[in-house]
Nanobody, 124 residues
Framework: QVQLVESGGGLVQAGGSLRLACAAS????????MGWFRQAPGKERMFVAA????????YYTDSVKGRFTISRDNAKNTVYLQMDNLKPDDTAVYYC?????????????????WGQGTQVTVSS
């Protein structure tokens, strides 16, 4: 059974940092791109960042470039999202997901596996 389990969410003041982690299990994730999405209250789920298994390819939505960094430890089957200089607009539930390489990584419907989400709240 494939599982993606996120952790690291919480409440932080604007300008602060959080590091999310997503532990994947149940299959090999070689050739899978690992991504992060977020969904704010009343809004659609949006792409945040993604990283290929090799690390050669990384992707970010414009609003987080220069503030968020995605990384992965393939030996631990874990992907991380380091979030710095957080803003109130970053408040959302953050989801980890996995998609085969070659797919459009910014489209959530392409992803095969999803975690349950972790809440990030940034206060002003």
């Amino acid at each position: 059974q494939v599982q993606l389990v996120e952790s690291g969410g919480g409440l932080v003041q604007a300008g602060g940092s959080l590091r999310l982690a997503c532990a994947a299990s149940g299959r090999s994730f070689i050739r899978y791109v690992m991504g992060w999405f977020r969904q704010a209250p009343g809004k659609e789920r949006m792409f945040v960042a993604a990283r290929s298994w090799s690390g050669r390819d990384t992707y970010y939505t414009d609003s987080v470039k220069g503030r968020f960094t995605i990384s992965r430890d393939n030996a631990k089957n874990t992907v991380y999202l380091q979030m710095d200089n957080l803003k109130p607009d970053d408040t959302a539930v953050y989801y980890c997901a996995a998609v085969l390489e070659g797919s459009d990584v910014t489209t959530g419907s392409n992803y095969d596996y999803w975690g349950q989400g972790t809440q990030v709240t940034v206060s002003s």
